[in-house]
């Protein structure tokens, strides 16, 4: 079983640049995959950022292409995301996800755990 804590949301400028952080407990961090999904007011979870067990390979919404990068260091058992250029369309709750397996899903309801949000909020 593994605990997932989010940090690092807040308000920024549209432009702006955010860096989330998922610190996860437990010693086998590195046996997870490991998302980034996000969800505004009234709509429903969607998929942001995946990576897999070690890091090799990611994935991203085409909404975030090119301005996110997920990223992860399993000897501090924390998983990153990293936004650039933000927009007003980002703003929303941010949480991430795990499970265990090598290649994650964008499909939230595969995913065992879950912490429990940071706010993203992007003003115009």
């Known amino acids: 079983q593994v605990q997932l804590v989010e940090s690092g949301g807040g308000l920024v400028q549209a432009g702006g640049s955010l860096r989330l952080s998922c610190a996860a407990s437990g010693r086998t961090f590195s046996a997870y995959a490991m998302g980034w999904f996000r969800q505004a007011p009234g709509k429903e979870r969607e998929f942001v950022a995946t990576i897999t067990r070690g890091g090799g390979s990611t994935d991203y919404a085409d909404s975030v292409k090119g301005r996110f990068t997920i990223s992860r260091d399993n000897a501090k058992n924390t998983v990153y995301l990293q936004m650039n250029s933000l927009k007003p369309e980002d703003t929303a709750v941010y949480y991430c996800?795990?499970?265990?397996?090598?290649?994650?899903?964008?499909?939230?309801?595969?995913?065992?755990?879950w912490g429990q949000g940071t706010q993203v909020t992007v003003s115009s």
């Open positions: 996800a795990a499970r265990g397996g090598y290649y994650p899903k964008s499909d939230p309801s595969w995913y065992d755990y």
